[in-house]
């Protein structure tokens, strides 16, 4: 997520480095970037900061708005969203995760008390939430809040694969992995590591941001570093590994040149949004392509946050923050690009892998 954090004429001071950044590198090679429908915009100026894709296709929605959990489906014409679940006691909600083993019907959602620089110290939780269709629409039930005491921020989320009890968070301001036990409750640090910290970029104060968990490995980005690494962990979420750095952002990162988060497609490319229009692949072997935005894309993509694969394997799903510099500012967007290609050996590896 990148935050509000900046007063506007400041903002504006970052908007001219950032487009000077633009002009002064070209290393993020530009093929045509696919076209994007947008889906929804928000009416106000609701930042949209994650979301999740359902096994029924409708798609889950966390804002800055309120502690609401929302629902679009994608599959209808002018679609609105619908509300989901309130989680009590949050006034803005981050990560989305599905817990394995639960047939795609158990959630962890964060959120706390959203304040211009992250959250209110203390305020945030990590909910788990049961999710049915009901009426043709998801329906949750808040099953369990678990108090995260100990920080100001929990970013993306992930579960592990081999250990349904855990999901990780991203401390982006404390440069660390959160991890909760959903069912003892039990909560601590991970572990921390100068790779996920904002490496003192003095402009993004923010670390690791988006997470995903695939094999042995955390995939992550690293919004101030414009870093996107993995790690190895275990089955608990302790890390074994050194941390190897897979893409680099050309240039330093600013409020307005910044990885957020991202997804795997089913080629094994991680799609990642990046402040403040594009959307970026790269290659398990570090390639770096524009795959979705830019600035001459109609609609713009307007602050990209999150990336999720469709169920289709086809194209992928981007939310993004809208526009908080405009006057009045505009709201966030859920868009969804077409259509994801694999070169031939990847296609082969997603098919190998998915009959094993
Ligand atoms: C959140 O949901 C509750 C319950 O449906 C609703 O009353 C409230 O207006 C919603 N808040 C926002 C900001 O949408
Ligand atoms: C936001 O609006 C400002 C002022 O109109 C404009 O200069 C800027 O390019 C816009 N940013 C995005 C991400 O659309």
Known sequence: MLLRLLVPSF???????????????????????????????????TFVENLHVLPSGHVLLSTFKSGNL???????????????????????????????????????????IHTGFGFQ?????????????????????????IPFPDTAMMNGLAAIPSNPTIVLSADSLGGRVLRTNILTRQVDVAF????????????MPLGVNGIKIKGNYLYFTNSGQGTYARVQIDSFGNKVGPVQVLATLPAPASMTYAYDDFDFDRCGN?????????VVRVTPA???????GGLAASPL??????????????????????????TPPTGGQLLKTCCVTCTQSQTVAAKTRHCT
């Open 11 to 45: 903002a504006r001071v970052l908007l001219w480095a950032s487009a000077a950044q633009r002009a002064a590198c070209g290393s993020i090679g530009s093929r045509a970037a696919l076209p994007a429908t947008q889906i929804y915009k928000y009416p106000d100026d």
């Open 70 to 112: 929302s629902s679009i489906n994608p599959s209808v014409s002018n679609p609105t969203p619908q509300h989901v679940v309130t989680l009590d006691g949050a006034t803005g909600l981050t990560g989305i995760t599905e817990i394995p083993a639960t047939a795609g019907t158990l959630y962890a959602v964060t959120g706390g």
């Open 121 to 145: 110290y203390g305020s945030l939780s990590v909910y788990v939430v049961l999710i049915v269709p009901l009426n043709g629409k998801p329906c949750g039930l808040v099953v369990n809040k």
């Open 192 to 203: 921390s590591d100068p790779a996920l910290g904002a490496g003192g970029n003095p402009i």
């Open 270 to 278: 991680a799609h990642i949004s990046l402040h403040d229009y594009d």
């Open 286 to 292: 570090g390639a770096q392509s524009l795959i979705a």
């Open 301 to 326: 993509l307007e602050s990209p946050t999150a990336v999720a694969a469709a169920r289709d394997g086809n194209s992928i799903f981007v939310t993004t923050g809208g526009n908080y510099t405009a």
